[in-house]
């Protein structure tokens, strides 16, 4: 991964295990809506990608009277309720974080918004180490675009190709390397050999051996 001059964090699966969260306030909203049979979405479909995309297929399929935005009220609201009762920011990701953000700047780019963002940073005063922070709300279009790495690329002031991504899913990986950057597979959402399939540069199964890649 040397040499590297910025290092961009994906959040869910990444920096906080709340893929399981995800899902089980998508499967809240569901049953609220009448569909907890009969949603016919399948999440591992999602990893990495926003949750308009979710309700937009939701949408599209089931036709709810309810509006984007109110859908999308439904599910953050619970997801926040299940994040601060959990509380699951991955073990090692603070003293990881504050090492390398003392090495380098860092981005977060998370396909979720800002207030679920904010929420997750501030689990374990994570926000200070980073240099920016970008939404899926900030650009036009998600993973697996490249817009998102982009933006978190140019608000640091350093050039794609000197930024190293660390994602968990095969939408993230995609969109790091449509970005032109060096892209770091972990294994916390999605099997190893589907991360290779995607082309991630390297690929580790835990945050010792990212530890290792990022600062040795």
Known sequence: ???YSAVIFDMDGVIVDSEPLHERAFLDAFARLGYADRH?????????????AVWQDFIAAHRPPQSLAELARLKQERFLELLHAQRPVFPAIPNLVGMIAARCPLALASGS???VIGAVLGLSDLRRHFRAVVS?????????????F???A???GVEPSRCVVIEDSVAGVAAGRAAGMKVIGITNSVPADR??????HAVVGDYEALRALLME
Do not use: T, W
């Open 40 to 52: 016919g979405i399948h999440f591992p479909d999602y990893y990495g990608r926003s949750d308009q």
């Open 113 to 115: 918004n800002h207030c």
């Open 154 to 156: 140019d608000l640091m």
């Open 150 to 152: 982009l933006r978190a």
């Open 1 to 3: 991964m040397n040499p």
């Open 195 to 200: 991360l290779r399939d995607a082309e991630a």
């Open 136 to 148: 899926a709300d900030d650009v036009p279009r998600g993973k697996p675009a490249p817009d998102i």
